[in-house]
């Protein structure tokens, strides 16, 4: 009989018989004996917080990565380094996010001045905005999805799809923000888009004019001047969107509402460690 099958008897029956005797009786040191239940008991911690992780993940989608798991509460108090190893040891890790490039069609009748100028840090609610229309490929076709993002939290404001792109889908998403936050928007409020024809569209100039909104636009070509509103488009399609494939316009709008709600009110953000939406009840 090997050691470690002696070991297992003995560490099955340790509370019926003294561990010395049974070490005698076996033959086997108890200094082999305890070192067997250090890594016993290694290993069943190991297994725990597999579980804990495991579950916490399912309730994420699969979404977090081994530092926003860190600075998940429900009882995952280890290094971040050994999260990580975990992960990796019981394949337990997130997706990899994919980029892709957007392409500007329609001609542009107004441009503004890029106002926010890569300055994506705001230091209250409802001050700088970003947004941008993205696609959500589906067997049925592709809808356009529209949305909000609020650079103080990185909350979505508001939110629309359609089938077809056109100027009154940035329409009704502004509608809905401004709806939304009526209250709470002030005079210095600063909208932040590319140089897509919604945004340079007269319509789009009458709208942001009629709500005291300062447009503010990105230099043709440059993805970086808007990219907190791409960034949004990939965290939703490589969490959600690219690993359910959503078969029709309906399935997609199900996975984003479900998902924005996630992201707002449960997502931890790494550089704050709480969910976009919690930061509101601080100011």
């Given at each position: 009989m090997r050691p470690v099958v002696k070991y297992h008897v003995i560490y099955r029956h340790k509370d019926e018989?003294?561990?010395?005797?049974?070490?005698?009786?076996?033959?086997?040191?108890?200094?082999?004996y305890y070192s067997f239940v250090q890594r016993l008991d290694i290993s069943k911690k190991e297994t725990e917080l597999a579980e804990v992780i495991s579950a916490q993940q399912k309730r994420c989608g699969c979404t977090y990565g081994y530092r926003r798991m860190w600075l998940e509460k429900h009882s995952i108090h280890h290094n971040p380094k050994t999260v990580l190893r975990i992960m990796r040891k019981y394949n337990l890790q997130a997706e990899i996010?994919?980029?892709?490039?957007?392409?500007?069609?329609?001609?542009?009748?107004?441009?503004y001045e890029n106002l926010l100028n890569r300055n994506f840090h705001a230091d209250r609610p409802n001050h700088k905005w970003v947004t941008d229309i993205?696609?959500?490929?589906?067997?049925?076709g592709v809808l356009y999805l529209s949305m909000i993002r609020d650079l103080y939290d990185n909350s979505i404001i508001a939110y629309k799809t359609g089938t077809q792109q056109t100027v009154n889908l940035v329409l009704d998403t502004i509608h809905l923000a401004m709806k939304k936050e009526k209250k709470k928007v002030t005079e210095e409020l600063q909208l932040h888009s590319d140089q897509g024809f919604q945004y340079t569209s007269q319509a789009y100039f009458n709208l942001t004019k009629a709500y005291g909104i300062t447009p503010s636009m990105s230099r043709r070509g440059n993805c970086y001047d808007n990219a907190m509103a791409e960034n949004f488009f990939s965290i939703l399609k490589t969490e959600?969107?690219?690993?359910?494939?959503?078969?029709?316009?309906?399935q997609a709008n199900e996975m984003i509402?479900?998902?924005?709600?996630?992201?707002?009110?449960?997502?931890?953000?790494?550089?704050?460690?709480?969910?976009?939406?919690a930061l509101r009840h601080f100011v």
């Open positions: 018989y003294p561990v010395s005797s049974m070490c005698r009786f076996f033959g086997v040191s108890r200094s082999g996010r994919r980029r892709r490039k957007w392409v500007q069609m329609g001609q542009q009748i107004h441009k993205s696609y959500i490929h589906t067997k049925q959600c969107i690219y690993r359910h494939k959503p078969a029709t316009f309906a509402d479900r998902y924005i709600h996630f992201y707002n009110y449960e997502r931890i953000q790494l550089k704050t460690g709480v969910a976009p939406l």
